[in-house]
């Protein structure tokens, strides 16, 4: 272990290993297989990277992206590992220099995707070295998995061919079921099961519930001036949306771009390259963003439609805060959604499964206890206090005496003999005037007009807080019309009273005046940090110019160059010498020889200058 300690901190930074990082290690080096369930930002990719320096001879790492293992090989070649990977847009000229290396024993980890790997297997392979096979994003080759790849499929064959190599697993999200799956399908022989916490309490989450286009657009924009310069990711269902909300945003004067399935893949790559060089601050995307992106600084995640799954959600709210300092999740759910989502189960040929999926997300969306507690719970963890870090915990709702308020919507219920859906029921306590209404006698209704007193948007409000309190439920098999539950019931005779959250208003916000965005190549420019309230933080500005032109110098992601946790480290610590500059969190010999006097000299000026 002292050797390995060794390489950890020379490669990558660290003077000690993240909670079981070592005992997976170790298990690795003893060649037994090994299934890793480790939440983003866990520190899954040292759990095999280490061994493979370590171990003579290749890993062979299997991606399912490429622009993931970009990622990865560009953060370990600036780290200093000979890393490379074989994928279908390289010239054939690349790809035989990258294989000769390969054979020469000069690649310690090669990237390739799961038919990049079947290509090789009888070609490449046989005439390396290879010490051991690593499969991120494991839970794509289990049908129950939220990522099912038909071509992870293939990969039960590597056991056959290679029975004496260790494979090890590694996925963020998998439950019990998608597990079993894991092992089953790549005949994994007796492997270790590691299982850490799922906890990231660096997350914030919240959730909303109810809102229009309109009041949607309206809180991302709100969202984002509270997140200044921030970087973060805007997830939604129909590539439609993620151009319009893209536009919207752009129009407010924010650098955002959207990504889907269907641009062209010049587009795609350079719409992920400007987010990932920071050169745009939101990206808004389908899942086809999804496992693409590694950037590290990623400060919060927006979810514009509800996922369909609390493995969905889990693995994309984990893009942000992955370097451990905080990150802020919004979700925004809607009936709408909700009935989309029901539908996409129901014609997945996994009916059933998918159903119970997504009504534990729909749980987790109108629950009005910690959301933290209620997501590690559906992962098996145990978690016995609330977190203080969710919207729950943060703002307990004010509630009031709804009970005369509930009644009225179930009494237009029950006179409508349970045969309406939530737009009719609003139309009717507030009296509407739609044609509809009087052709079915609704407007005859003792009950008709009795919630005039009340906008539609706090109707809709309301009547989603009584779904959520169990007092009316959707029946999705018929038109989605409401129903009156035995609980709704007690409440509607009296027998029960009912306590709701009292609505607030969403606020509006103005656009500000069109600015020219004047674009250009690289130029060095003058470091000019705020004036803060603390030396600290007007260095963690210097850093941050710092890193940022250092980052387009070398047209690199600045999360490469260093992570955030690392300015941290640096502005708390303050390094004076390249020798204090080797102390921080992150930086490895290659960085501390690199980019060490430039960061030292920064230090050192601000410090004087604060001085004077």
């Not at 998608?178 to 089953?184: C, K």
Request: hydrophobic share 35%; proline share 4%; glycine share 6%.
């Amino acid at each position: 272990m002292k050797e390995l300690n060794a390489l950890l901190k020379k490669f990558f930074g660290y003077t000690s290993f993240r909670p079981d990082q070592e005992e997976i290690i170790q298990t690795i080096l003893n060649k037994q297989d090994t299934l890793v369930l480790m939440p983003t930002g866990g520190g899954k990719s040292i759990c095999y990277q280490l061994p493979a320096i370590y171990l003579p001879g290749t890993t062979i790492v299997i991606s399912p992206l490429i622009a993931l293992m970009k990622d990865q090989v560009e953060s370990l070649v600036s780290n200093g590992i000979p890393a490379a990977a074989l994928n279908s847009t390289m010239r054939e000229e690349e790809r035989q220099k990258v294989k000769q290396l390969c054979m020469q024993g000069k690649i310690k980890l090669l990237y390739l995707s799961p038919e990049g790997l079947m290509s090789e297997l009888n070609g490449l392979f046989p005439r390396m070295e290879i010490s051991l096979v690593a499969i991120d994003e494991a839970h794509c080759i289990s049908h129950w998995g939220h990522d099912f790849r038909p071509e992870y499929t293939q990969l039960s064959i590597l056991k056959k061919e290679y029975p004496s190599i260790p494979i090890v697993a590694l996925t963020a999200t998998a439950d019990k079921l998608t597990r079993q799956d894991i092992i089953s399908q790549l005949n994994l022989s007796s492997p270790r099961i590691f299982i850490s916490s799922f906890d990231r309490p660096n997350l914030s989450l919240t959730v909303r519930r109810g809102l229009t286009k309109k009041d949607k657009l309206t809180a991302i924009l709100h969202f984002i001036r509270e997140h200044k310069e921030q970087c973060g990711i805007i997830y939604c269902t129909k590539r439609d949306d993620t151009t319009a909300v893209a536009e919207t945003l752009t129009s407010y004067g924010i650098t955002a771009a959207a990504y889907h399935a269907g641009m062209n893949a010049p587009l795609r790559e350079k719409t992920q390259n400007d987010f990932t060089n920071d050169r745009i601050q939101v990206i808004c995307a389908t899942i086809a963003f999804g496992m693409g992106i590694d950037k590290s600084n990623v400060r919060w995640i927006i979810h514009y439609n509800t996922p369909g799954s609390i493995e969905n959600y889990y693995q994309e709210i984990g893009r942000a805060g992955r370097d451990g300092l905080p990150g802020d999740t919004l979700l925004f759910y809607s009936l709408a959604d909700l009935i989309v989502r029901r539908r996409f189960a129901e014609e997945s040929g996994q009916t059933n499964i998918n159903l119970e999926k997504l009504n534990s997300m729909q749980r987790y969306c109108e629950a009005d206890i910690c959301r933290r507690r209620i997501l590690l719970s559906y992962f098996s963890e145990p978690y016995e206090k609330d977190c203080g870090n969710c919207d729950v915990c943060k703002n307990p709702p004010e509630r009031f005496d709804g009970t005369v308020l509930v009644q009225k919507a179930l009494s237009a219920i029950a006179r409508t003999e349970e045969s309406i859906g939530m737009q009719m029921l609003i139309d009717i306590l507030r009296a509407s005037g739609r044609a509809e209404l009087t052709v079915k006698g609704y407007h005859l209704l003792k009950t008709y007009g009795a919630g005039r007193d009340l906008s539609y948007k706090m109707w809709r409000e309301y009547i989603y807080q009584m779904i959520q309190l169990g007092y009316i439920e959707i029946d999705y098999s018929s038109s989605n019309i409401l129903r009156i539950t035995p609980f709704g019931r007690k409440v509607l005779y009296g027998q029960s009273t009912a306590r709701l959250a009292i609505y607030k208003e969403p606020e509006r916000m103005e656009k500000p005046s069109s600015k020219k965005d004047n674009k250009g190549g690289f130029k060095a420019r003058p470091i000019r940090p705020v004036e803060a309230a603390t030396i600290e933080e007007t260095l963690l500005d210097a850093l941050k110019q710092l890193r940022k032109q250092l980052a387009e110098k070398e047209k690199k992601a600045a999360y490469i160059i260093f992570s955030d946790a690392a300015l941290h480290d640096m502005a708390d610590k303050k390094p004076l010498t390249l020798e204090n500059f080797g102390e921080i969190k992150g930086v490895g010999q290659i960085k501390q020889e690199k980019y060490g006097k430039v960061f030292v000299s920064l230090i050192r000026f601000i410090l004087k200058k604060d001085s004077e």
